[in-house]
């Protein structure tokens, strides 16, 4: 049972390149978020879904877009890189009440 | 609106307890959370309560939860090394598919 996974770990993007931060969970969890942690900040919601098909923006979702073709996947998309960033994002999905399981993490560095 | 506070940093001895507190300002989330973060990792839930009850405790872990104040604690007992970590707070509102609003995390210290 991998629980939720992302990838890359890792990547540097230049300022106006675009991609995609994938997500995928195995625990059939109808909802799924992606957040990012900034140093002295704690972790800010960019976009959240309910379920396939149903996505929403959450604190922070501009620069950003995800879309849920199907219930395990919940890719977040950069569409023109910016500095500002420069970010440790995770994808976490739930099973309310018992709080959302994260992801290990992708640190993304924008130069 | 919604805000999630925490001190920055608690210090204590091995064999010791530690307190971890929260402070917030919404009093409509469902749920409140308590998220563990090791260096280089992500979270681990450690524990939640429920927004309706007054305390939970899961062997070394005490959450207290007081609405009137609108003041969340963790305790831990015994703090070993390994719990060495940042401890973050969070409020999760049920109706907008269980969003987390955290705190910015508090970093415990545990000296041998």
């Known amino acids: 049972n991998a629980g939720v996974t992302q990838t890359p770990k890792f990547q540097v993007l230049k300022t106006g390149q675009s991609m995609t931060l994938q997500c995928a969970q195995d625990m059939n969890h109808e909802y799924m978020s992606w957040y990012r942690q900034d140093p002295g900040m704690g972790l800010r919601l960019i976009h959240y879904?309910?379920?396939?098909?149903?996505?929403d923006q959450g604190e922070v979702p501009n620069g950003y877009n995800v879309s849920r073709s199907t219930t395990e996947d919940f890719p977040l998309r950069l569409l023109s890189a910016a500095p500002s960033q420069t970010s440790v994002y995770f994808c976490a999905s739930s099973d309310p009440p018992s709080g959302y399981t994260f992801g290990s993490g992708t640190r993304l560095t924008v130069v | 609106g919604e805000d999630v506070e925490q001190s920055l940093f608690l210090s204590v001895r091995e064999g010791d307890s530690s307190v971890i507190n929260c402070t917030y300002t919404?009093?409509?989330?469902?749920?409140l959370y308590w998220y563990k973060q090791e260096p280089g990792a992500g979270l681990q839930l450690l524990t939640y309560?429920?927004?309706?009850?007054d305390m939970k405790q899961d062997q070394r872990l005490t959450v207290l939860l007081n609405k009137k104040d609108k003041h969340l604690s963790l305790r831990i007992a015994d703090t070993q090394t390994g719990d060495s970590a940042i401890y973050f707070c969070?409020?999760?509102?049920?109706?907008?598919?269980?969003?987390?609003?955290f705190g910015a995390g508090t970093i415990l210290r545990v000296k041998s």
């Open positions: 309560i429920f927004s309706n009850m």
């Open positions: 879904s309910v379920g396939a098909g149903i996505t």
């Open positions: 919404d009093s409509s989330s469902t749920y």
């Open positions: 969070a409020e999760g509102y049920m109706e907008y598919g269980n969003k987390l609003v």
